[in-house]
């Protein structure tokens, strides 16, 4: 431990905002599952019809991937097909399907689900594929819609690919450097 460390005495990341930013990239490495099941608001408070997935990453930033109650098939669909893709790292589809069959809607299906993982991945590591998606303007971190985006750290070969059409790992950015030293102006102090 030295003073100008990245890390803490903990191997942390150290954050300057209170927040550290989500990873993104093919592979996300050291993943562990932190939770799963029906997502709260600032006061612990349950928001039904509203799940998430959270994912601590190796310098301390947990990844967040929300799903929503929709009874649209194809919303359904892409729920079932991610969460299937998540829990087959953890146990056996069959052992999946037994315990999620008899769920009574969104928020007990979430709460089967999270009741089932988080003790079987524990000690689990895995390696996430997190891209970037844009809504309104802001570029907020997801899985992508189609699996392959987790595996066991240490997979071989790795399932993760980049489809260059789709997978963002970075925001682009809407000004260039030479359009913000023109707006400071030819004089302007960059430091």
Not at 149 to 160: H, N, R
Request: aromatic share 12%; glycine share 10%; net charge negative.
């Amino acid at each position: 431990m030295s003073y100008g460390a990245r890390i803490d005495s903990e191997g942390k990341d150290f954050r300057s905002d209170g927040q550290m930013p989500v990873q993104t990239g093919e592979k996300v490495v050291g993943c562990t599952i932190k939770s799963i099941g029906i997502a709260s608001d600032k006061e612990g408070n349950a928001i039904p019809g509203r799940a998430v997935v959270e994912f601590l990453q190796p310098g301390g930033a947990i990844f967040r991937q929300m799903y929503f109650d929709n009874e649209a098939a194809w919303a359904i669909d892409k729920t079932n097909q991610q969460i299937l893709h998540i829990a087959t790292k953890v146990v056996p589809a069959d052992e999946y399907f037994a315990v999620t069959a008899g769920a009574t809607g969104f928020d007990d299906f979430f709460k089967k689900v999270g009741g089932l993982l988080i003790p079987k991945s524990v000690g689990k590591t895995f390696t996430l594929k997190i891209a970037l998606r844009e809504k309104d303007g802001s570029y907020f971190p997801t899985f992508p819609n189609y699996p392959n985006f987790i595996e066991l750290d240490g997979t071989t070969p790795s399932t993760l690919k980049t489809d260059p059409k789709y997978d963002y790992y970075v925001a682009p950015s809407t000004t260039t450097a030479e359009e913000a030293l023109d707006s400071k102006g030819s004089d302007a102090d960059v430091f």
